[in-house]
């Protein structure tokens, strides 16, 4: 199977060839696809364009869309993660051998220089953790940095990977430094922008100084998409804050994934590691709550969130919103398989 992938930085994409086989026309790192369509891979279809910075939320929310709907690329984008490490353990999680269709990950925008963690202590060690696929493999994916640059670079290369879609539906779960390069270039497509959190200003229920990571990590890259939303449907999805119980994740939403294919993929990688994502079991400080995974699956039932405030919110219970999770995610049928 081929094995590529797409980098971009500022200005320009590198493409980083990684296994056996050339790079291809577009050269793209393949993951799997729910739904492959031979031939004309699935032209005038709707698509799914998922842009993410690969912390544990955002490996239990791809799947979700992958079983679901049709992706056209998933993009990496420096924040929890780094994005070369990120495509490279993401393609490794999600990719399924043989598939008829496989979905491009690119390696997308990092911070324009170099970014102070020092106010998140614990960063350093999630971002260790997620470039081996929350500790799936022993040691990280590092592409070979030898690789050509794409004369293309991240718009050209994300428009052409979204030319055969009717619409496109972009899920960001990340820092908005990859969006902010691409999106101009495919808005005539863009059907709605879903993005985790509240809205950077407008929301009534918004704590005053009080944003999202994924804006604070990329301040400047947020205040621009917050000015290219305008004229889009750009919907912001947050997790009820009260409840009986925490929104969380917990054990039975992955024990209760198939062993095999890509539900037994994603159950590997969160069972290896329960420190980062478990209630009972984080460490250090460390929060987890269905952030990213509630995003994804407003894009799979929208019916089931009421506005509040600036912000979209499941109406649920998180009982039965685990249930939901696990059973999406072995919905999942490779077909073109024997």
Known sequence: MMISQFRSGALNAVVLAVGVAAASALGVFPASSAHAVDGASGAGQPCVLIDTDFDIDDLMAIPQVIANRRVAAIITTEGYALPAQAASAAMKVFGQPGLSRDIPVIVGASYPGTRDTSEWPWLLSIRDSMARANDLFAVPLMPDARTPASPGGLPSTVDRLVRDCSSVDVLVIGAFTSFVKYSPRIRAKITSVVMQSKPLRGDPTQRPGHISFNCQYDLSACETAFSQLRGLRAVWVDVPRDGPEPYAPNLAMAEGLRPTGLPGSVRAALLSNLST????STVDG???LL???????????????AKV?????????????RRLWTESINRWNPRGMS
């Open 309 to 321: 405030g600036g912000h979209w919110e499941p109406t649920i219970p998180v009982e039965t919103f």
């Open 277 to 280: 994502w478990e209630v009972a």
């Open 286 to 288: 460390n929060k987890s």
């Open 291 to 305: 952030w990213d995974q509630s995003a994804s699956t407003y894009l799979l039932h929208p019916k089931l969130y």
